[in-house]
């Protein structure tokens, strides 16, 4: 939806360098249908634009490949810079609270959301992409088999994971089963409500009708439950990062927090949290010296 307006009336072999340096520049101004904290309207961000680099190289690579162009263009243009969006986590006292405010004040289906993201790190399109079959009550696991998706012109659909590695099953804390469950039998009761009106979608957090969920839906409500109850403003991914970080500052395996965010690799997430183990090593080094060295005598 980025390329085609500016690029799709042109032959490949008539793609300048300079129309995608300008393409690049346009992106970079022209503003989006997304609104920031603040109410205004973004930039598309310097990953995105980023990721439209990516796509074009990939697609030129492949028509010089096949000689539909003499050379990639994207070769001759200075390459986006990749910017990673800064994280913002929470300690564990305001985890804690948001954790207790929302048991206290939110609707059963957003207590389900938004803990599943908190105490599980799930991705927004992995939770939307939930059905009641991925959910083991009695050994407290749940399976990501799939992640939702929105396609303009198309709604919200379904696709397996990217990676191999995002495809896991792991262990929850038991509170989010018993919210669950909640959750199960007040959707079955709307459910048989509407009877031939509901849309018949196995998937866990649907519309009032039983279609899938749109997947601006929940970080919309979270976004306005923070403001109405004075959390300081993240966005929702930034629960994952919470996640994260609160299991490294426990001391938990790298290897562990890797399986359970579904990254390729223990170094990913070496690479999004290393300033953690950082702060996670030093502790290390402060209980090795209580425990070994505190009594002993230099000579």
């Known amino acids: 939806m980025h390329i085609l307006p500016y690029l799709g009336g042109k032959r490949l072999d008539k ?12 992106l970079s101004t022209k503003l989006t249908n997304r609104k920031d904290a603040s109410g205004n309207f973004k930039t598309l961000s310097p990953t ?47 985890s804690k609270r948001l954790i207790n405010t929302l048991l206290e004040k939110a609707p059963i289906k957003y207590k389900c959301f938004i803990i599943l993201a ?17 959910i083991d009550f009695k050994n407290h696991k ?40 909640q959750w199960r039998a007040e959707q079955g009761k709307i459910r048989l409500a509407l009877g031939d009106e509901w849309h018949g979608s196995e998937n866990i957090f649907t519309t009032d009708d039983g279609n899938i969920m749109n997947l601006a839906t929940g970080p919309k409500w979270f976004s306005e439950f923070l403001k109405k109850n004075n959390f300081p403003h993240i966005r929702f991914h930034d629960l994952r990062h919470t996640f994260a970080t609160l299991l490294i500052s426990m001391n938990i395996d790298v290897q562990t927090v890797s399986h359970k965010l579904g990254h390729a690799s223990a170094t990913t997430t070496m690479n999004f949290y290393v300033h953690d183990l950082e702060s996670t090593d030093k502790a290390s080094a402060e209980l090795l010296e209580d425990m070994l060295v505190k009594d002993v005598k230099m000579v």
């Open 15 to 26: 793609i300048k360098p300079l129309d995608i340096d300008n393409l690049y520049n346009l």
């Open 48 to 94: 995105s634009i980023h990721r439209v680099h990516e796509i074009l190289s990939s697609m030129f690579n492949n028509a010089a490949r096949w000689d539909l162009v003499p050379y990639n263009p994207c070769t001759k243009v200075i390459k986006p810079k990749y910017r990673r969006t800064k994280m913002t986590c929470y300690d564990e006292e305001t």
């Open 118 to 134: 908190i105490l599980g790190g799930f991705r927004r399109g992995e939770i939307v992409g939930l059905h009641w079959n991925d």
């Open 142 to 181: 749940i399976t990501i088999n799939r992640s939702a998706y929105y396609l303009s012109g198309n709604g919200v659909n379904e696709k397996t994971p990217k990676t191999d590695s995002s495809v896991r099953t792991v262990v929850v804390p038991k509170i989010c089963f018993e919210l669950l469950k």
